[in-house]
């Protein structure tokens, strides 16, 4: 008799495991197909699936945004629900919550970008202060570095419209970027920028 009591409690201990094994595994099934490497990397994701997180606290604050790959310390720390964007650089996209289809490369690449979508930043600081701008494409240190909530702008070079604030449909190129500022009007250079620059 002590021999089958033994042999049931053995069971019921096997049974009681893969049962709490089973309800933790389906806790995870949720979020699926994540990876992280890093201290805090994905640490507070909850539904969010195919995201990488790679440097310490990459896509920390991420819940439930899918489709997101930061790499660099801070990377896409705040981000909670935006998918589908990347961030290579230490604080790049720091700020993001909500913005979706972004892409930064660089230090502090889109690092306020908070709600702001479709926007492309590659270089030290591009596109840093951009809060809720969108479509915006900046290429270059510090291109477009104080635009906020403009929509629709293109910089390529170093300092390209650093004093750009929220115009629209601006474009600034190499041969006059470096003095670009708030005066740029839609697809050309100012008058006075443009005789010099040819």
Known sequence: MFQHSTNAGSLFLALMGALIFSLSLAGIAAAQGNTSLGTGALQNNT???????IGQDALFSNSIGSLNTATGVNALLSNTIGDFNTATGNNALLRNTTGDNN????????FSNTTGGNNTASGVSALQGNTTGGLNTASGD???SNNT????????YNAASIGLRSPTGNVASTAWAPMATACITPAKAPSSISRAAR
């Open 47 to 53: 539904t969010g699936s195919l995201n990488t997180a």
């Open 103 to 110: 892409t930064a490369s660089g230090v502090n690449a889109l």
């Open 142 to 144: 510090t291109a477009l």
């Open 149 to 156: 909530t403009g929509i629709s702008n293109t910089a390529v």
